[in-house]
């Protein structure tokens, strides 16, 4: 079975600019988390969906935003990019949306900032 | 506000040593505790999880001890091997564990051979 992908792999994107990140569950997968990690550092998490709604919002500005589409995929999108959002951003997926399963975490998109 | 505390930083060990690595948490609303093991252009791969409701989990070399009046966890690696040169992080969260995680800022551990 596939893991979690996601897509691109690596990005460079200029201040100011905007980006879109991609993410796939494992298949049968519902919810879909979105984790920030500077280098050096453990994830920061950013946003959990749930069969499509929004469960949780970390403490990041309003220019991060996310969906979870019907089939249960997801995008990440940054706007007014600045230096310090390059990191990598990680999407893991889990069965459900509660407290039986734990997460699965794709190898992640490397955003820089330039 | 950092919630997870983990140390040390880094951690050299011989092949064949016990690595141990340790994390205090504030939140007692924490229910679930895993530990995750990444390799450089990985994501977090989990290695073996605890509730608080025991005070030890093994699983193979790996072995999670629990202490919650002490709000403390660690990990335990027995006979690390060069394999497991990598960096480890715990992490917490409540309500189980498909919520969100609160990862501590982990350790990067070298076997030497």
């Known amino acids: 079975d596939a893991g979690v992908t996601q897509s691109p792999t690596h990005l460079i994107k200029t201040r100011g600019q905007q980006v879109t990140l991609r993410c796939s569950p494992i298949?049968?997968?519902?919810?879909v988390s979105w984790y920030q990690q500077v280098l050096g550092q453990g994830p920061q998490f950013i946003f959990q969906?749930?069969?499509?709604?929004?469960?949780g919002r970390g403490n990041f500005p309003d220019r991060f935003s996310a969906r979870q589409f019907p089939n249960y995929s997801s995008e990440l999108n940054v706007n007014a990019l600045l230096l310090g959002d390059s990191a990598l951003y990680l999407c893991?997926?889990?069965?459900?949306?509660?407290?039986?399963?734990?997460?699965?975490f794709g190898s992640g998109t490397r955003l820089t900032v330039v | 506000q950092q919630q997870v505390k983990q140390s040390p930083q880094s951690l050299i060990v011989q092949k064949g040593g016990i690595s141990i690595i340790n994390c205090a948490y504030e939140?007692?609303?924490?229910?679930?505790f895993p530990w995750y093991q990444q390799f450089p252009g990985k994501g977090p791969a989990l290695l073996i999880a605890?509730?608080?409701?025991?005070s030890e989990k093994k699983e193979g070399r790996f072995t999670i001890s629990f202490n919650k009046s002490a709000k403390q966890f660690s990990l335990h690696i027995m006979d690390s091997q060069p394999g497991d040169s990598a960096t480890y992080f715990c992490?917490?969260?409540?309500?189980?564990?498909?919520?969100?995680?609160?990862f501590g800022g982990g350790t990067r551990l070298m076997v030497k051979p």
């Open positions: 893991a997926s889990s069965l459900d949306g509660g407290g039986t399963y734990g997460y699965t």
């Open positions: 298949s049968g997968h519902k919810s």
């Open positions: 969906y749930y069969e499509k709604e929004e469960r």
């Open positions: 939140n007692t609303a924490f229910d679930y």
């Open positions: 605890i509730r608080p409701d025991v």
């Open positions: 992490a917490a969260s409540m309500g189980g564990a498909g919520n969100m995680l609160t």
